[in-house]
């Protein structure tokens, strides 16, 4: 009672003489130079486009905010938590933009070496 599991045999197809047949392709098609564009990764797209929203939403901020402000009458003013905030909203889209950059620098080193 030896029998071994079949993915450790590796079973594969024999002709009628005992010889192994190679597997067939799913593509009978010859490759030729015609190769399929590759998509980007939506993830990434999302990324992109959030650095660049993070970055033009906190400079418009801060480059409208002295005018906007004025007075403040009722003790909240939403011009002001924006531009309290509008920095920081600069500093995370150029975080995301040098992460997105060092990524990309990644896989292309990934698809070259």
């Not at 010889?19 to 993830?43: H, I």
């Not at 003790?75 to 990524?103: Q, R």
């Amino acid at each position: 009672m030896d029998q071994q599991q079949s993915a450790a045999l590796g079973f594969r197809e024999v002709d009628r003489d005992g010889k192994p047949v190679l597997p067939e392709t799913e593509d009978s098609e010859p490759a030729g130079p015609a190769r399929s564009l590759r998509m980007p990764n939506p993830f990434i797209v999302v990324l992109w486009l959030l650095a660049a929203g993070l970055i033009a939403t906190g400079m418009w901020t801060l480059l409208r905010g002295p005018v906007a402000i004025g007075p403040i009458s009722n003790g909240f003013s939403i011009d002001f938590v924006l531009f309290t905030f509008a920095p920081h909203l600069v500093l995370a889209g150029f975080a995301a933009l040098i992460f997105l950059l060092f990524w990309h620098a990644w896989q292309w080193q990934r698809r070259r070496g």
